[in-house]
């Protein structure tokens, strides 16, 4: 079983008096900018509220109708009343002449974007367009720290000798669940078996995060978009990812899962519920389950919440007959427990000896004895419990520079403490409570995440500060407490991104990464590509590099992405000629105040110059350059077009130019919408000059709870912007978008239609010569769908079949553009075996349709 992440810090040494508090409230930070993201694991012991998930869109479905025949439904005015923005021209006449005058009357540059991943190739089967595999075409550097990815170990359990951890594999594209069997306690460890209950690949997207084992088999909790997800397996070596119907339902898109346990006749989950959706009316909520399969959720009222703050339990153990769950509050006193001895039906509250000036009690259980740890002043008690009713003082556990309790696990054999040092994490075990023996230590900054007795030693999984946070911490100690050597197998695929492609007097540059460094190529025919060297060292840096876009404009290329710094700062590289790059992040404009992150993911220029958008903390960030030379933050037309709060948060994706200036797109939180729900809207946000912006929220659509804006592209006056909203009960997702027909200043919902009760959500969004074309994923696992348009009203679907369309594992199509009157697309599929490139090709049709 596992808690959150365990982190050791040089900060207060005996914590902060808010932490109760901020834990139950606190929003999760911004995420990276990485197809189908996984949430990282929390620091603290409760999970979060989800962040805008980036493309994470295999995921399953409610019926979500769409008709069959698209209509046009009336003009929706921008006259946005929470920050004023009146619908009015934007750009002044003469500059929109001017701007028209260099798309149509000949400009020395003419520039085409595409945002996303994948691999650009021609290939033909007969007279059928097909995709094909395509990770070798692209030549880099040998691998890096990271190989391009990054792996995280969240979990851990073990029975005797077998030991499993559970976590994923942030692969380029797409996060890949992923379990690890060892059978010798730690010392070498194989990939297990994962699939649905189907036989197929699971989807792309889901994170394990708690771990159980028993007589009764293991089981698996995770994480996806709208829910949880459950993993069963009969040995640790073969796991099946549970029907929606037959097992998550039981865990609301407002839940949050903390710990499960194996406690007797089943498992039994533990965690917290708010009808808000923020936590600042936490619940306690408790999880039973005979087979780990199907699951009935207890509601909090059983177990007496206190009143006048919030609850959320935390930790669940059982020894003989008795489940104890132990249950954090945000008012004195902050631990309170409670002991059943019927299965979870009814609920006694007990109290343990001692007392906490702050939430600093853990349970754990070996096959015989019950285990409670208080953490106190410089130093931690142990109190140890037959049958969870009498409890005796054991043992003190004593440790030079003691700061806190961080955690308790326990096997059958022996229990393990986690505690925070001044000079990093001290792991200590014991098999009765009364004695406690040296485990080993990580170095300060280290995130343990969980530990798990296995036969004589100690496993520990977590993040490897020596890598940014990036690198997964895997170590392995024997009964003294020293490193015995492990490991876990290679991951597999490529090790190749490209994630944008951009296209100027002849030249195609596609940027992305390629073994943990951002990377770069060019193409004269978008069939064969030559890796460009990095002679000025602009793409390489400490932890993960990866650029997400590019642009060409009449100063030269720009490209932008993540590095892999903490806090998150942008990666931004210039280029006079896409060959030769240089680092132009140094400039004050990119330097964060304070902790906050800075991202950057979409990028577009224009006459008036070059726009980078992203997000800046919790508000939408913005930068704008004349000359590619000197750099200046975006500014908000209103008072919260930009600033965001944990409440209210604002993030930009994507960004397209015109002749109407520059338009972005991506979300805000509404705290306010449905009793208290932080539902994330989708909003457009307009610039005349790159400069100052104002924000817009568009409607909803109806028939579905939220949704956000991942991607836009836009040709003369008119505009497609696309995204994913969420479905049901907070199960589904289905794509959605909106055109705008005169510049950004007035819009009208499009429908995306896909065969009925199929989950959808878009991965990419394009213009070619003859109108418009979104790419996204229908089904789960996901299979490519494509809508075309002549003129962004009316949209018509299809779905390609075959290698990397459609088939075992999640396909997509990420990008698009024209070579020699094709039409190409590039993207990639992810199995259980691994992550490869794909493209997909065929002719434009010459008909006066405008569908490709």
Excluded: C
């Excluded at 033909?124 to 995280?152: I, M, Y």
């Amino acid at each position: 079983m596992t808690g959150g992440g365990w982190r050791s810090e040089t900060g207060d040494p005996d914590g902060s008096s808010e932490q109760a508090n901020e834990r139950l409230s606190q929003l999760s930070p911004p995420p990276d900018e990485r197809p189908s993201q996984p949430l990282p694991p929390p620091v603290e012991r409760f999970s979060q509220p989800l962040p805008p998930p980036v493309e994470r869109f295999s995921q399953p479905s409610l019926p979500f109708s769409q008709p069959s025949s698209p209509s046009v439904p009336p003009t929706t005015e921008l006259t946005d009343p929470d920050v004023g923005y009146p619908a009015t021209d934007p750009m002044p006449p003469g500059r929109r002449k001017r701007f028209r005058s260099l798309l149509i009357g000949g400009a020395s540059v003419t520039f085409a974007i595409v945002v996303a991943g994948g691999v650009l190739v021609a290939s033909r089967q007969g007279d059928e367009p097909a995709a094909e595999l395509a990770g070798n075409l692209f030549t880099a550097v040998p691998a890096g720290s990271t190989g391009g990815r990054q792996l995280e170990l969240n979990g851990v359990a073990a029975t005797g000798a077998t030991v499993v951890i559970a976590g994923g594999e942030d692969a380029d594209s797409g996060y890949r669940t992923e379990f690890f069997l060892s059978k010798d306690a730690g010392r070498t460890f194989a990939r297990a078996q994962v699939q649905t209950a189907k036989g197929e690949p699971p989807a792309a997207g889901e994170v394990p995060r708690h771990l159980a084992a028993g007589p009764g088999g293991w089981v698996a909790l995770g994480d996806r978009v709208g829910g949880s997800v459950v993993w069963t397996s009969p040995d640790g070596a073969a796991w099946t990812r549970q029907p929606d119907a037959t097992a998550s339902l039981a865990f609301g898109p407002r839940d949050r899962v903390a710990d499960v346990a194996w406690t007797g006749n089943g498992f039994t989950a533990v965690g917290q519920t708010s009808d808000k959706g923020d936590f600042t009316d936490a619940a306690p909520v408790v999880w039973l389950s005979r087979d780990g399969r199907s699951w009935e959720r207890r509601a909090g009222w059983r177990l007496h919440p206190p009143t006048g703050g919030t609850l959320a339990l935390t930790d669940v153990a059982s020894v003989k007959d008795a489940i104890v769950v132990r249950g954090e509050s945000s008012t004195k006193p902050y631990d309170i427990t409670w002991r059943s001895t019927d299965a979870g039906d009814t609920w006694q509250a007990f109290a343990v000896p001692g007392e906490s000036r702050k939430p600093e009690l853990a349970f754990a259980a070996t096959a015989t004895t019950m285990l409670a740890v208080r953490g106190s002043g410089t130093r931690a008690t142990t109190y140890t419990s037959p049958d969870g009713v009498s409890w005796t003082t054991a043992a003190k556990i004593d440790v030079p520079g003691f700061r806190r309790l961080l955690r308790l696990t326990a096997t059958s054999q022996a229990a393990v403490a986690a505690i925070e040092t001044d000079s990093g994490i001290r792991l200590v075990r014991s098999t009765d409570g009364r004695s406690w023996q040296p485990a080993g230590t990580t170095a300060g900054g280290t995130e343990v995440r969980d530990a798990a007795a296995a036969a004589d030693n100690t496993v520990v999984v977590g993040a490897d500060a020596a890598h940014g946070g990036t690198g997964a911490l895997l170590a392995v100690r024997d009964k003294a407490g020293k490193d015995l050597p492990t490991g876990i197998p290679d991951t597999t695929g490529s090790g190749k991104v490209v994630d944008a492609l951009g296209t100027a007097d002849g030249r195609v540059v596609a940027v992305g990464g390629a073994n943990g460094e951002a990377a770069v190529w060019t193409s004269a025919d978008g069939a064969t590509w030559r890796h460009v060297p990095d002679r000025e060292k602009a793409l390489a840096g400490q932890g993960r590099q990866r650029l997400t876009s590019v642009t060409p404009g009449f100063a030269g290329w720009l490209a932008v992405g993540s590095s892999g710094q903490a806090p998150g700062r942008p990666l931004v590289v210039t280029s006079a000629d896409g060959e030769s790059w240089r680092r132009a992040d140094g400039a004050t404009a990119f330097r964060s105040d304070g902790k906050n992150p800075l991202i950057a993911r979409g990028a577009a220029a224009g006459p008036d110059g070059y726009v980078i958008v992203g997000e800046d903390g919790f508000g939408a960030g913005t930068w704008w350059s004349p000359d590619l030379r000197t750099w200046e933050r975006g500014a908000p037309a209103g008072a919260d077009n930009l600033v965001g709060t944990q409440a209210t948060r604002r993030w930009m994706q994507s960004v397209t130019s015109g002749m109407f200036g520059f338009v972005a797109a991506g979300g805000v939180t509404d705290p306010n919408a449905y009793g208290g729900v932080f539902v994330r809207r989708p909003t457009v946000w307009i610039s005349p000059d790159g400069r100052k912006w104002s924000l817009v929220r568009l409607p909803i659509p109806a028939g579905v709870n939220e949704g956000w804006l991942s991607h836009i592209a836009s040709h003369d006056d008119v505009l497609v912007t696309a995204g994913t909203a969420v479905t049901g009960n907070g199960t589904g997702t289905a794509a959605f978008g909106y055109v705008s027909v005169d510049g950004g200043r007035s819009w009208q919902p499009i429908s995306l239609p896909v065969v009925a009760g199929e989950q959808s959500g878009v991965t990419a969004v394009a213009t070619t010569p003859r109108g418009f074309v979104v790419a996204g994923t229908v089904g789960r696992p996901g299979d490519v769908v494509i809508w075309t348009s002549a003129d962004g009203r009316s949209w018509k679907p299809e779905q390609p079949r075959g290698t990397g369309m459609s088939g075992p594992g999640d396909q997509r199509l990420a990008a698009f553009t024209t070579v020699d009157g094709e039409l190409v697309g590039v993207g990639s599929t992810v199995t259980g075996q691994g992550d490869e490139p794909t493209v997909w090709r065929r002719p434009l049709s010459p008909d006066e349709t405008g569908t490709p």
